[in-house]
């Protein structure tokens, strides 16, 4: 029996039989890695207090059948402080439905895993929530080939102060000012959430929290974000719904 080795994170979990977990990773060595975790629900030394949502694990598996098996999980962040707080919890809960939706098997990105970690490590610390997941999503977006292109007007190719707000046109991923805009979009940007995002998507991650949002420039990126992963899965996460803005 070949025993493997990974780490990752636990972005769903369910009950299966009276004994047994259904566990899926996004894992930064597999991508999307789905196992079952045999008597997990009655091996207190195995795994008690391990297979939970947003858990970092490195877990022990053997990869024999289609569906491998989790030997042995070790904790190495259970990311325990988002259960105590509602919407940072909720927040964290958005951010595994998207690595679901938007991650595959055999697909694996380091970078895309610095971000979840990242963003899990940012909302136990309760900072503002929408400010973290406006950073969380920027990024996101642009490691999976949708950075939305935020730099000028995607018509006159400018970015002047006055020629905001912005319409950002979904289809295209692109930005368009007051004077160019023809279509209606529901997304609104100031010139000051365009810039924002824009600085986001350049700074690595351990320099985000040099950016400052106000609160409708927040209000207007989590809008943008909503409406976008709305129009590229062409269906509405279930999540969404409890984010407020
Ligand atoms: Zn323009």
């Given amino acids: 029996m070949a025993l493997q080795r990974t780490a990752g994170v636990v972005i769903h979990l369910t009950d299966y039989g009276e004994a047994d977990k259904i566990v899926t990773l996004y894992s930064p060595t597999l991508g999307q890695w789905t196992g079952i975790a ?14 939970e949502l947003f858990s ?10 289609a569906l491998p098996i989790i030997n042995q999980a070790e904790l190495i962040n259970s990311h325990l402080a988002l259960r105590q707080n509602y919407q940072n919890y909720t927040a964290a809960t958005l951010v595994c439905e998207l ?10 990105d380091p970078q895309l895993f610095s971000c979840l970690i990242w963003i899990l490590e940012r909302l136990c610390q309760h ?43 979904a289809s295209h991923g692109e930005i368009v000012c007051r004077k160019c805009q023809s279509a209606t979009s529901a997304v609104m940007l100031s010139i000051n959430t365009v810039k924002l995002l824009s600085k986001a998507l ?3 991650l351990d320099k985000l929290n040099r950016l400052r949002f106000t609160p409708s420039s927040t209000n207007e990126a989590l809008a943008l974000f909503k409406h976008y992963d709305r129009y590229l899965l062409d269906r509405e996460g279930p999540s969404w719904n409890f984010i407020k803005t």
Avoid at 131 to 144: G, H, N, Q, T, W
Avoid at 150 to 169: D, I, K, M, Y
Wanted: proline letters at 4%; aromatic letters at 16%; a positive charge.
């Fill in 99 to 108: 690595f679901r939706s938007w991650t595959h098997a055999n697909d694996h």
């Fill in 56 to 65: 970092h694990l490195d877990i022990d598996y053997s990869d024999q059948y």
């Fill in 202 to 204: 350049v700074l690595p």
């Fill in 127 to 169: 900072h503002a929530w929408q400010e973290a997941m406006v950073l969380f999503l920027i990024k996101f977006y642009s490691r999976l080939g949708y950075q939305p292109n935020l730099l000028v007007c995607a018509t006159c190719q400018r970015l002047e102060n006055h020629s905001g707000p912005f319409r950002f046109q």
């Fill in 38 to 51: 045999k008597g997990a629900k009655r091996s207190i030394k195995r795994f008690v207090n391990k297979l």
